[in-house]
Structures are given as structure tokens and as C-alpha cells.
């Protein structure tokens, strides 16, 4: 299902529109990351900077030090490239764009964004900024794996078994196919057969 909303709720808060190209969850239920080792690079940040700052701002005026997340967000309605994957920085229910992950890694990683969407939930990497000063004014983007959580880990598990319930499905189907197809011949031959018997019986005359 291809579903926009212009926001949905979540845990206790409501998130902002994702936007006209992106595939949005039809339930929003829970969130979970991709618990790979694998550090990304966000590209494309230096057209999103002016975002990026205000989130860099509001965390360094943040006292408690809380954890910058970024949203994982399929595009398959972006007109440059329909495997695209965007990355916004997700602070106290604020959203910022702040680029895109790499285009081998997006059409990669697309599918597994659309799947967990439709599964209700919301792909979520803790995200790390750096730059930002006088001497480097631009800002980088780094998504690093989140600790393995239960709803992380189950889910993990879900996606083997329902992998699982797929091949075996399609194992079953393929068998009915082929009994079916075997029983079509059947009747193929026996409806030639008396045909057959008559051209023999004609080819000798009676």
C-alpha cells in the first residue's frame, strides 16, 4: 500500500509529515534499526545544511544531552532516482532532511524501508554530527547501528520466519502447478487416444 499522511502519532507525540515522494507506514506502531556494524555516510548534506544547523543548535541548547536520531525514509516517487532513501534528523518530534544514503546502499536497503513500513514500524539509526565550526563550517552526517533492542531482535526473527513461510508457500504452489499440469496432460491424452484409434482404422480401410 502506498499510503501518505500529512503526520501520524507515535508513542507519545505526533510525527511530522513525511512528504509527497516517501512511502509512509500504515501503522505506525514501534521503532527498530538495522543492526548491521556498518557506520553510513549521509550524502547531499550541503543542500540541506541550513536544517541541519537548526537541529545542531537545538542540541547543543539542550541541557539532559538527549540521543539525535535519524528516520531511515523510502522515496519511491523521487524523480531522480526511485530507490532512494531519505535520512531526516528526528529531535523531540522535529524533523529535518539532512541528504540521502549512498545510491548503491539505498537500492540496497529501499526494500527492507518499504517492508518495515508496511509492517508498522519506523527505521530509526542513531545519527552523529560533525563540523559545523568556524573553521569547518560544513556539517557531516554519520549513521552508526543502534544497540540491539527485544523490538529490534524480534522482528529480526519475525522477517526469517515469514521468509521462511514465503519459500514454503511458494514450494506448495509450485507443487499444486505441477499436479495440475500433469492432470491437464492427462486429459490431453486421453481425449487424443480415440482420435488416434479412428485415423488407424481409417488408414486401413474400415
Same mark, same amino acid.
Given at each position: 500500500?502506498?499510503?501518505?499522511?500529512?503526520?501520524?502519532?507515535?508513542?507519545?507525540?505526533?510525527?511530522?509529515? *513525511?512528504?509527497?515522494?516517501?512511502?509512509?507506514?500504515?501503522?505506525?506502531?514501534?521503532?527498530?534499526?538495522?543492526?548491521?556494524?556498518?557506520?553510513?555516510?549521509?550524502?547531499?548534506e550541503s543542500r540541506y545544511l541550513e536544517? %541541519?544547523?537548526?537541529?545542531?543548535?537545538?542540541?547543543?541548547?539542550?541541557?539532559?544531552?538527549?540521543?539525535?536520531?535519524?528516520?531511515? %525514509?523510502?522515496?519511491?516517487?523521487?524523480?531522480?532516482?526511485?530507490?532512494?532513501?531519505?535520512?531526516?534528523?528526528?529531535?523531540?518530534?522535529?524533523?529535518?532532511?539532512?541528504?540521502?544514503?549512498?545510491?548503491?546502499?539505498?537500492?540496497?536497503?529501499?526494500?527492507?524501508?518499504?517492508?518495515?513500513?508496511?509492517?508498522?514500524? %519506523?527505521? *530509526?539509526?542513531?545519527?552523529?554530527?560533525?563540523?559545523?565550526?568556524?573553521?569547518?563550517?560544513?556539517?557531516?552526517?554519520? *549513521?552508526?547501528?543502534?544497540?540491539?533492542?527485544?523490538?529490534?531482535?524480534?522482528?529480526?526473527?519475525?522477517?526469517?520466519?515469514?521468509?521462511?513461510?514465503?519459500?514454503?508457500?511458494?514450494?506448495?504452489?509450485?507443487?499444486?502447478?505441477?499436479?495440475?499440469?500433469?492432470?491437464?496432460?492427462?486429459?490431453?491424452?486421453?481425449?487424443?487416444?480415440?482420435?488416434?484409434?479412428?485415423?488407424?482404422?481409417?488408414?486401413?480401410?474400415?
Open positions: 500500500m502506498d499510503a501518505r499522511y500529512d503526520s501520524f502519532p507515535f508513542q507519545d507525540g505526533q510525527f511530522p509529515p *513525511l512528504g509527497a515522494k516517501a512511502y509512509a507506514p500504515v501503522v505506525p506502531t514501534r521503532a527498530m534499526g538495522f543492526t548491521d556494524d556498518e557506520e553510513w555516510e549521509v550524502v547531499g536544517g %541541519i544547523r537548526r537541529v545542531k543548535e537545538v542540541m547543543d541548547a539542550d541541557d539532559e544531552g538527549g540521543t539525535l536520531f535519524a528516520q531511515l %525514509i523510502a522515496e519511491p516517487l523521487n524523480e531522480f532516482d526511485r530507490h532512494a532513501v531519505r535520512v531526516d534528523l528526528v529531535w523531540d518530534y522535529q524533523r529535518e532532511t539532512c541528504g540521502y544514503l549512498p545510491r548503491e546502499q539505498a537500492y540496497r536497503l529501499q526494500p527492507l524501508v518499504v517492508q518495515a513500513a508496511d509492517d508498522g514500524l %519506523i527505521v *530509526l539509526r542513531e545519527a552523529s554530527l560533525y563540523g559545523g565550526t568556524p573553521d569547518r563550517p560544513n556539517i557531516g552526517v554519520w *549513521l552508526s547501528p543502534p544497540p540491539m533492542s527485544s523490538d529490534s531482535q524480534d522482528y529480526a526473527d519475525f522477517r526469517a520466519e515469514r521468509a521462511a513461510d514465503e519459500r514454503d508457500d511458494s514450494a506448495t504452489a509450485q507443487r499444486a502447478d505441477a499436479v495440475a499440469r500433469e492432470h491437464r496432460e492427462a486429459i490431453v491424452a486421453e481425449q487424443a487416444a480415440p482420435s488416434e484409434k479412428r485415423s488407424l482404422w481409417k488408414r486401413l480401410g474400415f
